[in-house]
DNA sequence: TCCAATATATCGGTTCCAGATATATCCGTC
DNA sequence: GACGGATATATCTGGAACCGATATATTGGA
C-alpha cells in the first residue's frame, strides 16, 4: 500500500499559520479539519515539533493551567505548550505549498491531470 | 526542504503501464516525461524492481542483446531484464492514483485548492 | 472512586530515498 | 585498434521520516 499521510510537516505548519496552539490541540485540529481521515499520533507529532522548535520554524512557550482546586498546591498542575508560526516557518510553510503544486503536476505528467478541473455544478 | 520526490513506486509502475520496459528505459522515461524534473537513480531504481518483482506487481524477463560479432562466443553479452506490469501491478497503480488524489484532496483542506480551476487561456 | 480524556514525551522498528561504488558491455571516435 | 563515454544491472550504507507501543501525569465527569 502506498503511504498514507507523508506531508506531516506541512498539515502541521498550516495549522499553526491561523492560530498558535499546542501539543494536542493540533491532533485534534487536523482530525477535524480533515474530517477524521488524517490522524497524528503524539508519536509523530512530538519529535516533529521538537523538530521544527529547533529549526527556529516554530516558538514554544510554556502555560502552566492549573485547575482552581490545584491552584494553592506545589503541584505543577497540567503542563501546555503553545507553539506558534516565526517568519522562518511561514517562509517553510510557502515552500512547502510550491513543492506541494508541483509534485501534483509532476505526477499528473504521468498519470494524466485529475478531475479537478471539472466544475461541481448540481 | 520538503522531500522533493516521493512516489518514485507509482511514476515507475505508470510508466510500465504504457509498455514493457527494461530498469535503465525506464530511467530515461521517467527523465523525458518529467522534462528533467525527476531523475531516480540505480540506486533507488533497482530495489524498487526488486521488490515490485518480489510482490508480484511487475513480472520480469531476461533478454540477451548481443551484438553481432559477440553472437558466437561465449560470452553473455549485455543483457536486459524487461519489465512488465501484472494484472495485480495494474490494480496498485489505480490504487496509487487513488490515493494520491485522496491526498491532494486532503492537503487542500488545510491550504487550500491549487489554481487547478483556472483554464489556460492566452 | 474509578475511568476516560487530556497532555507531553521517548523508543524501536520499518520503509524509503539518496549517493557512492562495483561490474560489464556496446559503440562511436580518434 | 585503442580509448572513453554511454549503456545496463546491482549492492551497500547512511539518513530521514512515519508508525505503533509505551510511559507518566493531570483533569473532570459518571
Redesign the pocket.
Known amino acids: 500500500?502506498?503511504?498514507?499521510?507523508?506531508?506531516?510537516?506541512?498539515v502541521v505548519l498550516s495549522v499553526l499559520a491561523h492560530e498558535p496552539l499546542?501539543?494536542?490541540?493540533?491532533?485534534?485540529r487536523i482530525e477535524t479539519r480533515s474530517s477524521g481521515e488524517?490522524?497524528?499520533?503524539?508519536?509523530?507529532?512530538?519529535?516533529?515539533?521538537?523538530?521544527l522548535e529547533r529549526d527556529g520554524l516554530v516558538a514554544?512557550t510554556?502555560?502552566?493551567?492549573?485547575?482552581?482546586?490545584?491552584a494553592e498546591?506545589p503541584?505543577?498542575?497540567?503542563?501546555?505548550?503553545?507553539?506558534r508560526l516565526t517568519p522562518k516557518g511561514q517562509r517553510r510553510l510557502h515552500q512547502h505549498i510550491g513543492a506541494h503544486r508541483a509534485r501534483v503536476r509532476l505526477i499528473e505528467a504521468f498519470i494524466g491531470p485529475g478531475p479537478a478541473a471539472q466544475e461541481e455544478s448540481a
Open positions: 500500500m502506498p503511504r498514507p499521510q507523508d506531508p506531516v510537516e506541512l499546542y501539543g494536542y490541540a493540533i491532533t485534534k488524517l490522524a497524528v499520533g503524539p508519536g509523530v507529532l512530538y519529535p516533529l515539533l521538537k523538530r514554544a510554556w502555560d502552566a493551567v492549573r485547575s482552581d482546586r490545584a498546591e503541584s505543577p498542575g497540567r503542563r501546555r505548550k503553545w507553539y
